[in-house]
């Protein structure tokens, strides 16, 4: 194999180069592989003299000619013509193997993918798995970003979307910078920002982009000369953006609205209407409570047993806040997360008890106390396991008559239930081999 004087590696500078085929050489350093163009100035091959010597051009020299009769001469030039024909396939084939092998070896050693970020959102159509797989090179000098779409029921993919173009080691590819591991959904719109590709919405069946930045540039005369800055207030249904000149707006996901900093600090003065609702108390040991109380639209169905003491106590205060609280029996129940309203009814999670094999329940519950269903899916075990602290955390998206439940620490697992009847309608576990 011919080295090369003169010519370093373009990644750690190394002189140890060595050629791997036509203008594909590879760093004995580093093992870099790179290609030198044909203006690259380097010389000096060091070939073996040997092949040249003079005792080889004697032996070629004493080699006998032997004559041939004509029909064998025919014979033998024919089947020298087949011989060299494919001598010359050979080479060709040879050639452009070797050639296609140096550059698939140069572009196309990729390792397998890998689990970037995992995510089951939920739309109109139902539940999708959005799943960002990350491959890099066997060098880890590269590497590229891929969105994959699957149906949690049918495991079948449904949609295939590169993210972006290949990154080069030199670019710091950093893809939470691109892409956030969070989601909004609303109007079968998955919302994504993150600090370098802004505020961007994709369609939530295809993967596609839909609009970033530029497109609330146009649309908003507030944001005609950009937007220096996004912060994510998904808990409030909205984004706040800053624009160039220094305003701050915010920008409602669900209604499609954009309102000033003055006309939004109005809204949140509002007195909100009284509405009596299913609360949990905000302990260890939650108790349900059915509260006629001020509620705005982001607030949580938590009530804090310090409100409930005050209004015990009859404070003033809290009972222009408070109408009435009573509470729904004397069952307590660990670990307990209000989810959502739904049908007049509170959907909410809890541990069976407070042991550390307890089962994970899924419920409903009315005003009364009655519960229209209880879910104590063997997944849901898992969930309980995982959470030390007083209060279960849950990763879910909700819609209409669907919720999703996310488990990512122990294996990136989704369960899909059916809110009218309670049962478990999808599990679906994403292996972290990936083909």
Not at 338 to 356: G, R, V
């Amino acid at each position: 194999m011919a080295k090369i004087e003169q010519l370093t590696c373009p990644a750690c500078g190394a002189h140890e180069v060595k050629s791997i085929g036509g203008v594909n050489y590879q760093c004995d350093y580093c093992h870099s592989t790179f290609i030198v163009k044909a203006d690259n100035p380097f010389h000096k091959f060091n070939f073996d003299p040997d092949i040249f010597s003079s005792q080889n051009v004697e032996t070629i020299n004493q080699m006998k000619i032997t004559a041939v009769k004509p029909v064998k001469l025919f014979v033998v030039i024919m089947v020298a013509v087949a011989l060299i024909g494919v001598g010359v396939a050979s080479f060709v084939l040879t050639t452009v193997s070797n050639a296609t092998k140096s550059t698939s070896t140069f572009f196309g050693d990729w390792q397998k993918p890998n689990i970037d970020n995992y995510n089951c959102l939920v739309g109109s159509k139902g539940a999708v798995v959005w799943l960002v797989l990350k491959t890099q090179t066997n060098k880890l000098d590269s590497v590229k970003y891929l969105l994959r779409l699957i149906d949690p029921i049918t495991k079948k993919i449904m949609v295939e979307e590169p993210l972006g173009k290949p990154k080069a080691w030199k670019e710091l590819f950093n893809q939470s910078k691109q892409f956030d591991n969070d989601f909004y959904v609303a109007n079968d719109t998955a919302y994504n920002i993150s600090e370098d590709g802004g505020i961007q919405g994709f369609d939530l069946y295809t993967g596609k982009r839909l609009f970033g930045n530029e497109w609330f540039q146009s649309k908003f005369q507030q944001l005609k000369d950009g937007i220096s800055k996004i912060d994510k207030q998904y808990y409030k249904k909205r984004v706040k953006l800053t624009s160039a000149a220094g305003d701050d707006l915010y920008y409602y996901l669900d209604s499609k609205l954009l309102i000033g900093e003055k006309e939004d600090e109005k809204a949140e003065r509002d007195k909100p209407v009284f509405t009596e609702e299913i609360y949990l108390s905000q302990n260890k040991k939650s108790q349900l409570y059915l509260c006629n109380k001020q509620r705005r639209s982001n607030e949580s169905y938590y009530i804090s047993d310090s409100y409930i003491e005050q209004f015990k106590e009859r404070s003033s205060y809290m009972r222009t806040y408070i109408k009435s609280i009573k509470p729904i029996g004397e069952a307590l129940y660990a670990k307990a997360l209000p989810i959502n309203e739904y049908n007049n009814n509170l959907l909410f999670f809890y541990a069976s008890d407070f042991s550390k094999n307890a089962d994970g329940v899924l419920a409903l519950v009315n005003k009364e106390g009655n519960f229209a269903w209880k879910n104590t899916d063997t997944t849901f075990k898992k969930i309980v396991k995982e959470n030390t602290s007083d209060n279960i955390y849950l990763n879910y998206n909700l819609n209409k008559d669907l919720l999703v439940i996310n488990i990512n620490n122990s294996g990136h697992q989704s369960v899909g239930v059916d809110l009218k009847t309670g049962k478990t309608k999808f599990v679906f576990k994403q292996s972290y081999s990936i083909d």
